[in-house]
């Protein structure tokens, strides 16, 4: 195989080398490991997992485990959400915020035990920023990064293919659950999530030593409903609404301006709480929402927040744009100060393609498919 040229501070998966194998020719820095971002063309692999199958190297999602006597009351701390109601073998979107609110991750926590908590995290060090916390917390738990490694199977096809590798019960897996599975002796956790919008499961390989192994039973599996390798689409999460951390989050947002407020339990403890609770009563100056670009079709992505202005004064910024080839429009969030997210404001975005005029819309552009969130039998 060909020698990839990559610096080895920056460390590979168990199934990088497959993925070469298999086509990848892009790969960007991510948790401080190589993640694969290019096989075919962005819209291919949109079509493939909206109508097939895509299988996706994501062991980038650095797990950090929380564990201990304290590890519930530890947990509750580093996020506004409930997590006390979240019992063994579920599994909960959730975010972190810093003492000013601000958003720093928000991981899949997956509730492993009464006393031990996975977070499958995205690019920024939660494991630092927890054993930073626990240091003054005063809490009696261990926090540690697990040789755990996630791949996504995402798409329309990916429950046949997963009862084709691990069995029938997988069509007893519910929305945001998980379930321990094996296949050849290689034991794994499988948890009904994923960063698609569609139906799609992450598999955890417990171990590094059979990662390709595990990427070819899948590959092989899923022949005959038409499984691609890819990574995760970028049209796809934005036409579902799916936020992606250090683009459409960073901790100068808060999740009130995210539109995250539903998940904040305010008769918690947790860190920012007093920053939130200032921002909750004094209203928020911004918020996140959905826009239509006019114009031809988008064919740069946006590498900075670009600029949206009404009446050449600076308004807020879009985060992510992207021309959807169903709704044929360039979708866009952006973050817009309240006083002009209003119907008669007319809008405009400083596109690298030139400006174009904008009109709002509500979230998410494209409703995920039912199948997505209803139990499969």
């Not at 080895?8 to 490991?33: C, L, Q």
């Not at 650095?62 to 006597?69: D, N, R, S």
């Not at 073998?89 to 996975?118: E, H, K, S």
Request: include cysteine; glycine fraction near 8%; proline fraction near 6%.
């Amino acid at each position: 195989m060909k020698a990839h040229g990559l610096n080895p501070r920056i460390k590979k998966s168990p199934f990088f080398e497959k993925a070469v194998e298999y086509g990848a020719t892009e790969f960007h820095p991510y948790n401080g490991m190589w993640m694969p971002v290019g096989y075919d063309s962005p819209v291919n692999e949109y079509w493939n997992v909206l109508e097939r199958a895509s299988l996706w190297d994501v062991g980038v999602q650095k797990c950090v485990e929380i564990a201990g006597p304290d590890a519930e009351a530890f947990m509750q701390l580093l996020t506004p959400r409930d997590i006390t109601t979240i019992e063994p073998g579920r599994c909960a979107y959730v975010f972190l915020t810093n003492q000013d609110g601000g958003v720093l991750n928000d991981p899949v926590m997956l509730r492993i035990a009464d006393d031990r908590f996975w977070l499958s995290t995205a690019d920024s060090d939660m494991y630092l920023w927890a054993k930073g916390v626990s240091a003054f917390a005063g809490h009696e738990v261990e926090i540690t990064t697990p040789h755990v490694y996630p791949m996504q199977l995402q798409g329309p096809r990916s429950a046949e293919i997963m009862v084709d590798v691990f069995g029938e019960e997988i069509l007893d897996l519910r929305y945001y659950w998980w379930m321990r599975s094996s296949i050849d002796g290689i034991d794994v956790v499988i948890s009904r999530t994923g960063y698609s919008s569609e139906l799609g499961y992450e598999v955890y390989l417990l171990g590094e030593a059979r990662g390709g192994e595990l990427w070819e039973i899948l590959m092989t599996a899923g022949k005959p409903y038409g499984i691609s390798p890819g990574s995760p689409n970028r049209i796809r999460r934005i036409e579902g609404g799916v936020l992606d951390y250090a683009s459409d989050i960073t901790p100068d947002e808060n999740p009130l301006e995210l539109g995250l407020d539903r998940l904040i339990a305010w008769d918690t403890d947790f860190l920012g709480k007093a920053a939130l609770e200032k921002v909750r009563d004094e209203g928020v100056r911004r918020r996140l929402i959905g826009l239509f670009l006019d114009g031809p079709a988008l064919q740069k992505n946006n590498e900075h927040r670009w600029p949206v202005t009404s009446a050449d004064t600076k308004v807020g910024f879009v985060t992510n744009a992207v021309h959807s080839p169903r709704l044929d429009r360039n979708i866009a969030f952006a973050m817009i100060d309240v006083p002009f997210d209003v119907n008669d404001t007319v809008l405009t975005v400083e596109t690298v393609e030139g400006a174009r005029s904008a009109e709002r819309t509500t979230l998410p552009f494209i409703a995920s498919p039912p199948e997505k969130t209803k139990k499969l039998r």
